[in-house]
Protein backbone atom coordinates (compact mmCIF):
# COMPACT_ATOMS: atom_id res chain seq x y z
CA UNK A 1 0.00 0.00 0.00
CA UNK A 2 1.64 3.40 -1.16
CA UNK A 3 1.35 5.57 1.49
CA UNK A 4 2.73 9.63 1.15
CA UNK A 5 3.62 11.81 4.76
CA UNK A 6 4.31 15.75 4.26
CA UNK A 7 6.02 17.46 6.48
CA UNK A 8 7.29 21.27 6.82
CA UNK A 9 4.33 23.54 6.52
CA UNK A 10 4.21 26.28 8.66
CA UNK A 11 3.25 30.20 9.38
CA UNK A 12 5.83 32.40 7.87
CA UNK A 13 5.83 35.85 6.39
CA UNK A 14 5.54 37.08 3.08
CA UNK A 15 9.26 36.64 1.18
CA UNK A 16 9.77 34.27 3.72
CA UNK A 17 10.88 30.63 2.63
CA UNK A 18 9.64 27.18 3.25
CA UNK A 19 10.86 23.42 2.31
CA UNK A 20 8.07 20.75 2.37
CA UNK A 21 9.10 17.08 2.59
CA UNK A 22 7.28 14.42 1.02
CA UNK A 23 8.37 10.64 2.29
CA UNK A 24 6.94 7.61 0.49
CA UNK A 25 6.64 4.17 1.28
CA UNK A 26 5.03 0.83 -0.07
CA UNK A 27 6.37 1.22 -3.86
CA UNK A 28 9.57 1.18 -5.67
CA UNK A 29 10.04 5.04 -5.92
CA UNK A 30 12.00 5.39 -9.25
CA UNK A 31 8.49 4.11 -11.13
CA UNK A 32 6.88 7.05 -10.01
CA UNK A 33 5.89 10.36 -10.81
CA UNK A 34 5.29 13.20 -7.97
CA UNK A 35 3.52 16.30 -7.92
CA UNK A 36 2.36 18.98 -5.02
CA UNK A 37 -0.75 20.82 -4.91
CA UNK A 38 -2.38 22.73 -2.87
CA UNK A 39 -6.23 24.35 -2.02
CA UNK A 40 -7.08 27.64 -0.20
CA UNK A 41 -10.54 27.82 1.60
CA UNK A 42 -12.98 28.07 -1.02
CA UNK A 43 -10.95 27.38 -3.99
CA UNK A 44 -10.84 24.49 -6.35
CA UNK A 45 -6.96 22.09 -5.77
CA UNK A 46 -4.21 23.47 -7.98
CA UNK A 47 -1.38 21.61 -8.95
CA UNK A 48 2.06 23.32 -8.71
CA UNK A 49 4.97 21.40 -9.50
CA UNK A 50 5.15 17.91 -10.77
CA UNK A 51 8.19 15.77 -11.10
CA UNK A 52 8.88 12.79 -13.51
CA UNK A 53 11.94 9.66 -12.17
CA UNK A 54 14.11 11.07 -14.39
CA UNK A 55 14.00 14.46 -12.92
CA UNK A 56 12.33 16.53 -15.05
CA UNK A 57 9.98 19.50 -14.08
CA UNK A 58 6.88 21.42 -14.55
CA UNK A 59 5.83 23.73 -12.43
CA UNK A 60 2.23 26.39 -12.77
CA UNK A 61 2.63 29.71 -13.58
CA UNK A 62 1.68 31.21 -10.07
CA UNK A 63 5.02 29.78 -8.73
CA UNK A 64 7.30 29.61 -10.92
CA UNK A 65 10.28 31.05 -10.55
CA UNK A 66 9.80 30.89 -6.81
CA UNK A 67 8.75 27.33 -5.89
CA UNK A 68 11.74 24.44 -6.80
CA UNK A 69 10.89 20.42 -6.54
CA UNK A 70 13.16 18.29 -6.09
CA UNK A 71 13.17 14.14 -4.98
CA UNK A 72 16.13 12.43 -3.75
CA UNK A 73 15.26 8.73 -4.68
CA UNK A 74 17.77 7.11 -2.38
CA UNK A 75 15.21 8.34 0.62
CA UNK A 76 11.99 7.67 -1.27
CA UNK A 77 11.31 11.78 -0.60
CA UNK A 78 10.28 14.27 -3.32
CA UNK A 79 11.12 18.33 -1.97
CA UNK A 80 9.02 21.19 -2.30
CA UNK A 81 11.19 24.87 -1.89
CA UNK A 82 9.21 27.52 -2.09
CA UNK A 83 11.03 30.55 -2.01
CA UNK A 84 9.34 34.05 -1.99
CA UNK A 85 5.99 33.26 -0.24
CA UNK A 86 3.34 35.53 -1.04
CA UNK A 87 -0.13 35.52 0.82
CA UNK A 88 -1.76 34.22 -1.89
CA UNK A 89 0.70 31.17 -1.43
CA UNK A 90 -1.60 30.38 1.67
CA UNK A 91 -3.18 27.22 1.41
CA UNK A 92 -3.19 23.02 2.41
CA UNK A 93 -0.27 22.02 0.77
CA UNK A 94 -0.51 17.88 -0.84
CA UNK A 95 1.76 15.55 -2.22
CA UNK A 96 0.52 13.16 -5.04
CA UNK A 97 2.11 10.15 -6.46
CA UNK A 98 1.36 8.09 -9.88
CA UNK A 99 2.32 5.32 -11.25
CA UNK A 100 1.65 6.09 -14.69
CA UNK A 101 2.43 9.17 -17.26
CA UNK A 102 -0.32 10.64 -18.57
CA UNK A 103 1.89 14.16 -20.27
CA UNK A 104 2.90 17.22 -19.84
CA UNK A 105 -0.11 18.71 -20.34
CA UNK A 106 -1.77 16.45 -17.36
CA UNK A 107 1.29 16.31 -14.86
CA UNK A 108 -0.55 18.95 -13.19
CA UNK A 109 -4.10 17.58 -13.07
CA UNK A 110 -4.97 16.01 -9.96
CA UNK A 111 -6.86 13.52 -12.19
CA UNK A 112 -3.28 11.80 -12.93
CA UNK A 113 -2.76 11.19 -9.34
CA UNK A 114 -3.49 7.99 -7.65
CA UNK A 115 -1.83 8.36 -4.46
CA UNK A 116 -2.06 11.44 -2.06
CA UNK A 117 -1.01 12.39 1.38
CA UNK A 118 -3.17 13.84 3.85
CA UNK A 119 -1.38 17.61 3.38
CA UNK A 120 0.47 20.11 5.26
CA UNK A 121 -0.51 23.87 6.02
CA UNK A 122 1.05 26.79 4.84
CA UNK A 123 -0.13 29.93 5.99
CA UNK A 124 1.99 32.99 4.68
CA UNK A 125 0.93 36.25 6.69
CA UNK A 126 1.54 40.05 4.89
Known amino acids: QVQLVESGGGSVQAGGSLRLSCAAS????????MAWFRQAPGEKREGVAS???????TYSDSVKGRFTISQDISKLTSYLQMNSLKPEDTAMYYC????????????????????WGQGTQVTVSS
Open 96 to 115: AASRYWYGYSRSLHEGSYDY
Open 26 to 33: GYTYTSHY
Open 51 to 57: ITPGGTT
